[in-house]
Nanobody, 115 residues
Framework: QVQLVESGGGLVQAGGSLRLSCAAS????????MGWYRQAPGKQRELVAA???????NYADSVKGRFTISRDSAKNTVYLQMNSLKPEDTAAYFC?????????WGRGTQVTVSS
C-alpha cells in the first residue's frame, strides 16, 4: 500500500501562486509515475501534470507555461508549482501514484482562485 498526503491548497486571487505538495509513504518502490489531477464541481477529473521516475513530465494544455511539476526523491514528495492562477483553475486537486496495474489516490486539496 501507498499513502499519499496532499497539502498546500487554499484561496488565492487571480494571478497569484500556490505550491501543492504530495508526500508518499509505504510501498513506493514500484511507483513509476506520479501526477496531479483536478476535479471541478460538475466536471470530470482531469490530468493536470505528471512526472515519471525518469523525470519526464507531461502537462495539460491549459496549464502549460503556468504550472511546473517536480519531485524530491529523497523526500518522496512531488510538487506542483502553480503560477498565474486563473478562476478556472478552481478545483479539488488530487495526487496520484501509478504502478503496473493500477494507481493510488490522495484525498485531495482544494484550490480556489478568486477573480
Amino acid at each position: 500500500q501507498v499513502q499519499l498526503v496532499e497539502s498546500g491548497g487554499g484561496l488565492v486571487q487571480a494571478g497569484g501562486s500556490l505550491r501543492l505538495s504530495c508526500a508518499a509513504s509505504g510501498s513506493i518502490f514500484n511507483i513509476y509515475i506520479m501526477g496531479w489531477y483536478r476535479q471541478a464541481p460538475g466536471k470530470q477529473r482531469e490530468l493536470v501534470a505528471a512526472i515519471t521516475s525518469g523525470g519526464s513530465t507531461n502537462y495539460a494544455d491549459s496549464v502549460k507555461g503556468r504550472f511546473t511539476i517536480s519531485r524530491d526523491s529523497a523526500k518522496n514528495t512531488v510538487y506542483l508549482q502553480m503560477n498565474s492562477l486563473k478562476p478556472e483553475d478552481t478545483a479539488a486537486y488530487f495526487c496520484n501514484a501509478g504502478y503496473g496495474s493500477g494507481s493510488y489516490w490522495g484525498r485531495g486539496t482544494q484550490v480556489t482562485v478568486s477573480s
